[in-house]
């Protein structure tokens, strides 16, 4: 008896264990594997390559032209986004919201008069949006026609008051007219209904960085990636901030992430070398204005620069090099003329033969400033709710 009672026992939790196995082989089966994560960027190359098969397979329709060029815009491809807003006006050369496209387009490639141009032609064609009257509120202040720019911000606002952009579009006429508090009040109430805008952050940071509010700069700055960590013009501002206080390295540690992330980002690249020549180490700073001469042949006095860190570090040919395509392009520049004749006399006499002559040029030296100490009110953070500011 006691043999049998064993026995179903035995058998009794063979069949657990059985089922067991089989529930725990099936969880095995129908793992999901983590799915790769799919970014903007990669889902509007993929409506691009999806708007280019269709445009190739019909060429003539316009709406294909004008959906692609809103996305080469979002994705900063300008000069492509231009090229298909103009081909959609070429088919179907009547279409306000085409016009709109362009305007946004133009704006973006820093030609608010002809942006403003297209943009008349889209309200002309009887589009009436915020979104319109807002992009024309822009440009006008852009041009500093400010009665106009209010005129239409104050239309936008009353078909959409709860536009974030509008109003930080009224604190940029509000800052142009050095009514600073005003414009602090109507970015942070930009922020309040658009918390993402980055605009709006940049300049936020700007404006305290230039009240010498250095902590609450920063703060902002902060906050401001948390929407937006691959943004080189945040990591550019917040290295600004922190070289206004004077901390130096990590004003270069925000200057070196915004190159990694825009190579073409010359300012960055420019005040990095800044900081070292101004510190005398020109043979750091070389490497930074070198690749701002290669970004931007024209940046100011970029060529200058790199001849005297050439010359002070005893690349006495390249500087001489240098020096004479500055005096080719204008004869008159005596700073350069100066360069040629210490590093002729240098190459003959040798490096050790002072220089009673040499002066650092500091004209476009970074100005630095003694950190203002304050404690930093988090309440000036949030945004303000009135609606009243218009």
């Not at 142009?176 to 109430?189: F, G, R």
């Not at 200058?304 to 002070?312: D, G, T």
């Not at 090099?321 to 100066?338: H, L, M, P, S």
């Amino acid at each position: 008896m006691n043999i049998k009672i064993l026995r179903s026992f035995i058998y009794f939790f063979s069949i657990l264990w059985f089922f067991a196995s089989c529930i725990s082989e099936s969880k095995k089966g129908i793992a999901i594997p983590p799915v790769p994560e799919v970014t903007e960027k990669a889902r509007r190359e993929a409506a691009i390559a999806f708007l280019t098969d269709a445009i190739d397979a019909s060429p003539s329709s316009s709406e294909n032209y004008y959906k692609r060029s809103l996305l080469y815009l979002e994705n900063d491809k300008i000069k492509e986004a231009l090229d298909d807003i103009n081909n959609a006006i070429s088919i179907k050369p009547n279409v306000g919201n085409y016009f709109q496209a362009k305007a946004l387009i133009l704006r973006a490639s820093d030609q608010p008069q002809l942006a403003l141009e297209a943009a008349s032609k889209a309200e002309v064609l009887n589009i009436e949006s915020p979104e319109l009257f807002t992009l024309l509120g822009d440009l006008y202040q852009q041009l500093r026609q400010y009665g106009k720019a209010r005129a239409y911000l104050r239309k936008a606002l009353q078909i959409s008051p709860n536009n974030g952009e509008t109003y930080f579009y009224q604190g940029e006429i509000a800052a142009k007219t050095a009514d600073t508090a005003t414009a602090l009040a109507l970015y942070q109430q930009a922020l309040g209904l658009k918390p993402s805008f980055l605009p709006a952050y940049l300049k936020l940071i700007q404006v305290h960085t230039n009240l010498r509010e250095y902590d609450m700069a920063l703060l902002y700055s902060l906050e401001a990636l948390k929407y937006h960590p691959k943004s080189a013009s945040l990591y550019f501002q917040r290295g600004n901030t922190y070289q206004r206080a004077w901390k130096l390295d990590s004003a270069v540690l925000c200057y070196n992430k915004a190159i990694k992330l825009d190579t073409n980002l010359v300012q960055a690249s420019f005040s990095a070398g800044m900081i070292y020549f101004k510190t005398k180490a020109f043979r750091l700073a070389l490497p930074y204005f070198e690749r701002t001469l290669k970004h931007d042949a024209k940046y100011p006095d970029i060529k200058y620069y790199v001849a005297q860190c050439l010359e002070y570090t005893g690349e006495y040919e390249k500087a001489e090099e240098i020096y004479n395509q500055i005096v080719a392009e204008n004869n008159q520049d005596y700073r350069a003329i100066g360069g040629i004749s210490r590093v002729q006399r240098k190459q003959i006499y040798g490096e050790y033969i002072p220089n009673f002559d040499l002066k650092y040029d500091t004209a476009a030296y970074p100005k630095f400033e003694m950190p203002k100490r304050s404690s930093v009110d988090t309440n000036l953070l949030k945004p303000i709710q009135s609606k009243g500011i218009n």
